[in-house]
């Protein structure tokens, strides 16, 4: 299968503070990514999605960013709060096949 | 009201023994998928199933065997499980198996997951 890595397994950040997830994709030919956030006990989770042929894609506090030239992907999350806290993924499609997860980060919100 | 409920939530059994996992889906969706969510949080596709037929079927040792009676279940069966099995799955759905460009989020649908400990 395609690898999609993190750089981060853990990330530990202040409430109230903005995070950033990063994400390492593969394949080049990938034109669709989603993050999805996993809270425990509980399946992934939509959050938001990119394109390939966009950079930067804003939701309600997050924003994904996608750098096609190094193959990267971020995940924005504003003001974060407790309830942010949770694994996140990221998922890459290659010409509207199956997705391919990475490893997760574990967020962890400070209070 | 659920929109992909897997059943049990937890599964407890000794090596050998054979069981099931149940999947259904109330969204309307043509495909369900079933993912192993190994102890750190990696997740792999194992099957996923197009309106009742196998689509994907990943390296997966066949003891494992998924049916789909309607396009709105999707069971898996394990047989002669052991101890590697022990993991989390997750049944999924989607609307197409294709990503559909007009669709504005694409993307799975997940259930809670059935946590499997083999002892």
């Known amino acids: 299968g395609e690898s999609v890595g993190l750089h981060l397994p853990t990330l530990s950040v202040q409430e109230g503070d903005n995070s950033i997830i990063n994400c390492a994709y593969s394949n080049s030919a990938s034109d669709y990514f989603i993050w999805y956030k996993q809270e425990s006990g509980k399946g992934p989770q939509f959050i938001i999605d990119?394109?390939?042929?966009?950079d930067k894609r804003q939701g309600q506090r997050v924003t994904v960013l996608l750098n096609k030239t190094v193959k990267h992907l971020s995940l924005q999350i504003a003001a974060t709060q407790p309830g942010d806290s949770a694994v996140y993924f990221c998922?890459?499609?290659?010409?509207?096949?199956?997705?391919?997860f990475g490893t997760g980060t574990s967020l962890t919100v400070i209070p | 009201d659920t929109a992909v409920s897997q059943t049990p939530k937890y599964l407890v059994t000794q090596m050998g023994n054979d069981k099931s996992i149940k999947c259904e889906q109330n969204l309307g969706h043509d495909t369900m998928y079933w993912y192993k969510q190994d102890s750190k949080k990696f997740l792999k596709i194992m099957f996923s199933?197009?309106?009742?037929?196998?689509?994907i079927n990943e390296t997966v040792p066949n003891r494992f065997s998924p049916k789909s009676p309607d396009k709105a279940h999707l069971n898996l069966h394990i047989n002669s499980l052991e101890l590697g099995d022990s993991a989390v799955y997750f049944c999924a759905s989607s609307q197409d198996l294709i990503v559909q460009a007009s669709h504005p989020n694409y993307g799975y649908t997940f259930g809670s997951g059935t946590r499997l400990t083999v002892v």
């Open positions: 199933y197009n309106n009742k037929e196998l689509i």
């Open positions: 998922a890459e499609n290659i010409m509207g096949n199956q997705f391919y």
């Open positions: 990119i394109r390939s042929n966009m």
